[in-house]
């Protein structure tokens, strides 16, 4: 929403600009038309029968004597003779109709990105509805506007889908992921439910084991034109620093830790969204992308709590750390400042200095490794319990996780506003713990390309939760599909125009 904000101010800001520029050609050109009218003056007015007015029945500039030039000015009350005073009412029915225009004829401003639609196609749908626009608002004054308004239309046109292009472009959304093991799969799901539901131009950073690369670069360049223009990926290498190596790559799980040194790795990279291989997005990438522009000056990272409910919170109970606030967050799903985390200098239990990134991790590993349970993970918790000012803790439906309903439902946001993203840790997508949960990893895995997503997504997923009613998370199904529908819906949209 945020975004689309930014989109009608750029457009009211080319509005404005546009007309002050049209207002500086039309008065230069009065001074001419003055100056031309004044050198006439003497000439004596045609007969009422005189056959040179009626050189054209409806007439434009073609064919017309000067003496009708005059008259028609005077006429469509555009220039005044005795006066010289332009009117403007008809600038003003141009802007009228240009945005009613815009909401009528496709013109994809907060719709969807205008890289991914053919301009000249819109254009002259516009043309053509601003015309009868103008015929139907001035009947008897405006029955064929000259061509400077629709030029100035497309000017207005142009300027605010270039901006609207740069805004875009300028910035894609960059994805992380880590896949070591058998996540070939898994990870190619989620990547295909950021590409299925996201408007903005996408960027894949993918690590990931050696003999995986090839797996990926075949499976993603066989994805269909449409979808496949929509992202760019890199594919990296697993890389841990030479000291410890062996030990950062067995932290909690195979490769886990990467996470951790991704600012460093990425060190180009400004911003990024990292999610682990058993995430699915069940709207846009870009919606909680958009939390980058709620940080204040210190936030350099966003995580969800790891638990909302106490009684059932593990690092309350267990853990035998610090950890952030009460019950501890979760990194499956972690947004990053990565420049502020290259540039800060992180206050810490081992030193009364504090540490830059790079020059905290192995101290950090080394003093607790005996203590954590969840690897890289229990490490992020206790460098921002120190930190706290540093985290922005987003709502738990966008990292919605089997604990927020195995006990019965207990995110209170998601039952508001519907699951954002789905999180289906320890393995809920390949086994029978939690059916509800695999029921929608194999909607999305199956579903083909451009297909009816009504038909071949949502309603076949519908009919599965139906049978997963027996288990807590069933009961809430209702959650995880209500922003699904509506992400369902806006492809459905997408479809269409494609045909």
């Known amino acids: 929403m945020r975004r689309y904000f930014r989109l009608l101010f750029v457009c009211v800001i080319s509005v404005f600009f546009s007309v002050l520029y049209v207002f500086s050609q039309l008065a230069s050109s009065l001074e001419t038309t003055n100056g031309w009218t004044e050198a006439r003056a003497d000439r004596p007015p045609l007969a009422q029968g005189d056959p040179s007015r009626l050189t054209r029945k409806a007439p434009g500039e073609e064919g017309l004597t000067d003496g009708d030039l005059n008259d028609r000015g005077t006429r469509n009350g555009t220039i005044n003779k005795k006066k010289g005073v332009f009117h403007v009412e008809h600038i003003f029915l141009v802007l009228s109709g240009v945005i009613h225009c815009l909401s009528h004829t496709g013109i994809p401003i907060g719709d969807y990105p205008p890289m991914f639609v053919e301009r000249t196609a819109l254009w002259s749908r516009l043309v053509a509805c601003i015309s009868s626009s103008l015929r139907r608002s001035d009947e008897h004054r405006f029955r064929n506007p000259p061509m400077l308004y629709f030029l100035f239309c497309r000017y207005i046109v142009d300027k605010t889908l270039a901006t609207a292009y740069e805004v875009y472009r300028v910035e894609p959304v960059r994805l992380a992921v880590v896949a070591c093991g058998p996540r070939l799969e898994e990870t190619l799901t989620m990547l295909k439910s950021a590409v299925l539901f996201s408007q903005r131009a996408l960027h894949f950073h993918i690590f990931a084991e050696d003999e995986l690369h090839a797996g990926f670069k075949f499976s993603l360049e066989l994805w269909p034109v449409r979808f496949r223009s929509k992202f760019n990926y890199t594919i990296y290498p697993i890389t841990f620093p030479h000291v410890n190596a062996k030990d950062w790559k067995r932290l909690f799980k195979p490769c886990a830790s990467q996470r951790l040194f991704l600012p460093l790795i990425l060190g180009e990279v400004d911003s990024l969204l990292y999610v682990d291989t058993d995430i699915l997005f069940l709207q846009p990438v870009e919606e909680i992308w958009n939390f980058l522009s709620q940080f204040n000056s210190s936030h350099m990272a966003a995580m969800a709590p790891e638990h909302e409910e106490p009684r059932i919170g593990w690092y309350n109970r267990f853990a035998r750390h610090p950890y952030y606030g009460k019950t501890g967050v979760n990194s499956g799903v972690m947004l990053m400042n990565m420049t502020r985390i290259r540039a800060n200098h992180f206050k810490n239990d081992m030193t009364s200095v504090h540490l830059q990134w790079e020059d905290l991790l192995m101290p950090l590993l080394q003093k607790y490794k005996l203590n954590i349970t969840w690897g890289d993970q229990d490490l992020l918790n206790i460098i921002f319990h120190h930190n706290p000012e540093s985290l922005f803790v987003f709502p738990c439906q966008w990292n919605y996780r089997p604990d927020h309903c195995i006990y019965g439902s207990n995110c209170a946001a998601a039952e ?8 289906g840790n320890r393995g809920v997508y390949h086994d029978d713990k939690q059916p509800a949960f695999r029921a929608i990893y194999e909607a999305i895995q199956k579903y083909p390309f451009g297909g009816d997503p009504v038909s071949l997504l949502l309603q076949p997923l519908e009919e599965t939760l139906k ?27 997408d479809n269409h125009r494609a045909r």
């Open 416 to 423: 508001h506003y519907g699951v954002y993203i789905l999180h």
């Open 467 to 493: 049978n997963t009613m027996h288990t807590y998370c069933g009961r809430s199904s209702h959650l995880l599909t209500k922003k699904l529908q509506e992400s369902v819906r806006n492809m459905e949209k």
